[in-house]
């Protein structure tokens, strides 16, 4: 059975860090690219980070580039998201998926974890 | 960015057959995948390329669509369907959502 679990959110204060880890397991991590979707309350859905399956490339919408960087540790089977310079509109739920390719390197998300709370507020 | 455009809110009687619709501002192909979220979990696959469902998914769900509409039905519709349904481009960069459509029982 495939499973994601995340863990690192809270109360973090405008300006500063976060980070954010994603332990997975029952299938072949390494086989698999993996993202962060956000959700904020009452909201929609938002694409935050992808990362390749080997850890080698790395994309990013507009919203959050140059400040998140996602990683991924293979031997540890875990993805982590490290949220820099966070603003109140960073606020929400922090989602692990795992990325299944569509025609190209962007795919669907097959998988999601529980969720973890992220609030950015002073 | 590709604004996918879902219609917010649905209502429909259990055992009807229900579509919802999602419009691209430009085509994505068939890079179009459906989402189910009930209230307080996460998001569930339900449909992938715009017609292929997923493993798992009851065969009441189905997609079709391509290039920049597309349609998500249930039929027939249970009450356990009750949920917000999202769709989600994987044509463009970057990947979109839409808003999603709420669909309440009545």
């Known amino acids: 059975e495939v499973q994601l679990v995340e863990s690192g959110g809270g109360l973090v204060q405008p300006g500063r860090s976060l980070k954010l880890s994603c332990a997975a397991s029952?299938?072949?991590?390494?086989?698999?690219?993996m993202a962060w979707v956000r959700q904020a309350p009452k909201k929609g859905l938002e694409w935050v980070a992808t990362?390749?399956?080997?850890?080698?490339?790395?994309y990013y919408p507009d919203s959050v580039k140059g400040r998140f960087t996602i990683s991924r540790d293979n031997a540890k089977s875990s993805l982590y998201l490290q949220m820099n310079s966070l603003k109140s509109e960073d606020t929400a739920t922090y989602y692990c998926?795992?990325?299944?390719?569509?025609?190209?390197?962007?795919?669907?998300?097959?998988?999601w974890g529980q969720g973890v709370m992220v609030t950015v507020s002073s | 960015d590709t604004v996918l455009t879902q219609s917010p809110a649905l209502a429909v009687s259990p055992g009807e057959r229900v579509t919802i619709s999602c419009r691209a501002s430009e085509s994505v192909s068939t890079g179009m995948h459906w989402y189910q979220q009930k209230p307080g979990q996460q998001p569930k696959l339900l449909i992938y390329g715009a017609s292929n469902l997923e493993s798992g998914v009851p065969a009441r769900f189905s997609g079709s669509g391509s290039g920049t509409d597309f349609t998500l039905t249930i039929d027939p519709v249970e009450a356990d369907d009750t949920a917000t349904y999202f769709c989600?481009?994987?044509?463009?960069?970057?990947?979109?959502f839409g808003g999603g459509t709420k669909l309440e029982l009545k």
């Open positions: 998926a795992r990325e299944t390719l569509y025609y190209g390197p962007t795919g669907y998300f097959d998988y």
């Open positions: 990362i390749s399956t080997s850890g080698s490339r790395t």
């Open positions: 989600q481009q994987s044509w463009n960069d970057p990947r979109t």
């Open positions: 029952g299938f072949t991590f390494s086989n698999y690219y």
